[in-house]
């Protein structure tokens, strides 16, 4: 995030190609200059929310990243591509929060969404961070608008993770009531979250994408919002709507993590909007090319 942020990585704007109303894929180039972390790659990834109707447990996002060789321009590998993005999505979230929430006392935090991004997010926030509710127990609230998977996530994080406690909601609202952070990954086309449900100086992740990139959140919350992103080029060629709403961008999070912006106030509700990087596919597409040469090649 700091390398987009001082321009040390290159990605542009990503391309959308529409397979039909609701699918669609996206090509994600980017180059990373760093000799430890560094490459050259494109992610192609397919964003098919109706998988989930075709009864043969498919994942709705499937990803695959083509790595080439800086020099010459070889392919030197292709990496699958879904366990990768459901970590640096994560991992994207995890340091926004850290960063955004750093004057805060953290107690409730509420995820909406029981897929692929709401798992990986239980898993990551709940090892970052310590969540304690009134009676300090370890606390992670889930809600998903189709409560039977909820539960069913519910109840595998439970068994993995026995320090924590993890509760499913029934309704959103009461989900996120007196949430510190909360974290929406779905693929909701009308807002899941209202305003008035919000505490003051609540920190949200919006990490949904569906066919627009701000549809979980209400229009009121993005307006009454320190709106943090990813990067600005996406941010600019994606977020039309907020734009046009009136929404300001406060800065990048990588500029806000090497001190160039100065963080919102306590009482501030932030909202981290994030699209998703190329340079995170293309660092972890390095390190997982690295560690499969140590392992099976010796090299
Ligand atoms: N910001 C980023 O970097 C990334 C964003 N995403 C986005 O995150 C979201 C979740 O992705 P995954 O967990 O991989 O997908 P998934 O299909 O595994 O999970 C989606 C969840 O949303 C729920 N859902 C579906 N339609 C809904 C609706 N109309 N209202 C409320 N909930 C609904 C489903 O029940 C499911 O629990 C997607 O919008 C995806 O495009 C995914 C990867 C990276
Ligand atoms: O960055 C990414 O991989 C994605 N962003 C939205 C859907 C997938």
């Known amino acids: 995030m700091g390398s987009v942020s001082k321009r040390r990585a290159i990605q542009t704007a990503r391309a959308r190609t529409c397979s039909n109303s609701t699918s669609f894929l996206l090509t994600m180039p980017g180059f990373l200059d760093d000799s430890n972390f560094g490459a050259l790659s494109c992610k192609l990834i397919t964003v098919c929310p109706n998988n989930v109707h075709l009864g043969k447990s498919l994942p709705t996002i499937n990803a695959n990243i083509t790595l080439f060789d800086e020099t010459t321009g070889i392919l030197k590998a292709i990496i699958s591509g ?54 300090s127990k370890r606390l992670i609230r889930i809600w998903n608008h189709n409560t039977l998977k909820a539960e069913k996530l519910v109840s595998k994080l439970n068994q993995l993770y026995c320090g924590t406690v993890f509760k499913c909601f029934k309704s959103n609202e009461m989900c996120v009531k007196e949430a510190d952070v909360i974290i929406t990954a779905t693929f909701a086309s009308e807002p899941i979250v209202q305003l008035k449900w919000l505490k003051k100086g609540t920190h949200i992740n919006a990490v949904g994408a569906g066919l627009t990139h701000y549809s979980e959140l209400s229009e009121s919350i993005y307006l009454a919002s320190d709106v943090y992103i990813d990067y600005s080029e996406g941010a600019e060629a994606e977020l039309t709507g907020l734009k046009e709403l009136g929404v300001e961008f406060k800065g990048e999070i990588g500029t806000l993590v090497s001190g160039g912006v100065s963080p919102s106030s306590v009482n501030q509700i932030t909202v981290f909007q994030s699209l998703g990087m190329a340079v995170e596919d293309c660092a972890m597409a390095r390190m997982v090319y690295d560690l499969y040469k140590k392992q099976y090649r010796n090299v």
């Open 82 to 135: 879904n366990e990768i993005t459901k970590w640096r999505t994560a991992a994207a979230s995890v340091v926004a929060t850290k960063y955004l929430t750093a004057k805060k006392g953290l107690r409730v935090l509420a995820i909406l969404g029981a897929g692929a991004q709401g798992e990986i997010h239980a898993v990551a926030f709940q090892h970052f961070f310590n969540f304690e509710e009134a009676n």
